[in-house]
């Protein structure tokens, strides 16, 4: 199944109910505009757009599966349990060896990383860049996720996709910190060695105390559940926030290596 199933549904729903993009807007408390960029497919439609649709025209959680439905279809598969816990997750601890984490990317820095080496289709890279642009969306919840991603000054300095596109990187990652929500901690290369750098890795906490592991490798991004491995990784975490600037110290930092203001 593709969006375009899943548009002609929305819309179906909408005219059998009788209600205007301007009303399913007011319902679900989104702007018309955003209604109509779903609508004519200039905008992907989100979990938490399909939910609360569902519930604005009583289609009893249709829209909601046959989303899950095409996000199966589209875009990685092994990332689709993790997207979900991401998105309900209450706390995001987030860490990153050799470059900026995704959910902090720009879109062009996100193109230069998914694009490089030719192995993605050109199509493939538009899709995969949307998709992480789109998870970003969490940080506009009514109540986004406490977040703290920590880095090495390596990835920091690597020139991903050229110095313009580095160096507005860096800014997001400015603007970003200012977000109430949000700490970004930098781990300086006088460091050395340290427990990070077999691979970047993310623990998320889930609304009823569960939690959840995404561990990177060069092939795929793996989603887990197990204690054993959740204590290592919290034992990782603890390790690596210790050789970590304070978050001041990591802005200043961060101001140094960008080029322009």
Not at 28 to 56: C, H, N, Q, Y
Not at 119 to 130: F, G, I, K, Q, R
Not at 155 to 180: C, H, K, T, Y
Request: charged share 25%; proline share 5%.
């Amino acid at each position: 199944m593709n969006f375009e199933m899943w548009v002609r549904a929305l819309k179906a729903a909408r005219a059998g109910t009788g209600v205007s993009q301007e009303g399913l807007a007011s319902l679900v408390k989104w702007s018309p505009s955003l209604i109509a960029a779903i609508e004519t497919g200039r905008r992907r439609p989100t979990m938490e757009f399909a939910v609360a649709a569902d519930e604005a025209l009583g289609t009893g959680g249709l829209l909601a599966e046959m989303l899950k439905t095409a996000d199966r279809e589209h875009g990685p598969s092994w990332f689709a349990a993790w997207r979900g816990y991401e998105q309900q997750a209450t706390r995001l601890r987030a860490f990153e060896a050799c470059l900026v984490p995704g959910l902090l990317q720009t879109e062009r820095y996100a193109r230069a990383v998914i694009s490089a080496g030719g192995l993605n289709s050109p199509a493939l890279v538009d899709e995969l860049v949307e998709v992480r642009m789109e998870r970003q969306r969490l940080f506009h919840r009514d109540e986004p996720p406490q977040c703290i991603f920590l880095m090495d000054e390596a990835g920091l300095r690597r020139p991903i996709g050229g110095p313009a596109v580095l160096d507005e990187q860096l800014g997001r990652l400015l603007e970003m910190a200012e977000l109430s929500f949000l700490r970004v901690h930098v781990i300086p290369l006088e460091v050395g060695e340290h427990v990070g750098l077999g691979g970047g890795f993310v623990l998320a906490e889930l609304p009823d105390g569960e939690r959840a592991l995404y561990l990177e490798n060069a092939a795929r991004g793996h989603v887990m559940d197990d204690p054993e491995m959740n204590s290592l990784l919290e034992r990782k975490w603890d390790s690596l926030l210790g050789e970590a600037l304070s978050t001041g110290a990591s802005l200043d930092l961060i101001r140094k290596l960008k080029v322009t203001t």
